[in-house]
Nanobody, 124 residues
Framework: QVQLVESGGGLVQAGGSLRLSCAASGSIADIYNMAWYRQAPGKQRDVVAS??????????VYADSVKGRFAISRDSAKNTVFLQMDSLQPEDTAVYYCNANLMTSTSMNYDTYWGRGTQVTVSS
């Protein structure tokens, strides 16, 4: 069984920083990409940033709302993705979810997995 576990969320003042981590565990054969999504109360879940495991640079992609403030990175040896969040604002308050498209030894194909989410709260 594959599990994605997020960590690093919490309460921070506006202008502060947080670093989120997501570690994928289980019988993982290959990761295609991983991404961070967020969902605020009453709103849809939107992608924040994504990074490739098959492109050497990672080819990170960001939502316009976070570009220049957030940075996604990876540790492929540990099946882990990070999200460095700087200059946080109250509108960044949301549950942040880790997403992965990966292949297991039994699936023999790429499937989508989700973490349970970690709360990020930014106070003004």
């Amino acid at each position: 069984q594959v599990q994605l576990v997020e960590s690093g969320g919490g309460l921070v003042q506006a202008g502060g920083s947080l670093r989120l981590s997501c570690a994928a565990s289980g019988s993982i054969a290959d990761i295609y990409n991983m991404a961070w999504y967020r969902q605020a109360p009453g709103k849809q879940r939107d992608v924040v940033a994504s990074i490739s495991w098959h492109i050497s640079s990672g080819q990170p992609v960001y939502a316009d709302s976070v570009k220049g403030r957030f940075a996604i990175s990876r540790d492929s040896a540990k099946n882990t993705v990070f999200l460095q969040m700087d200059s946080l604002q109250p509108e960044d308050t949301a549950v942040y979810y880790c997403n992965a498209n990966l292949m297991t030894s039994t699936s023999m194909n790429y499937d989508t997995y989700w973490g349970r989410g970690t709360q990020v709260t930014v106070s003004s």
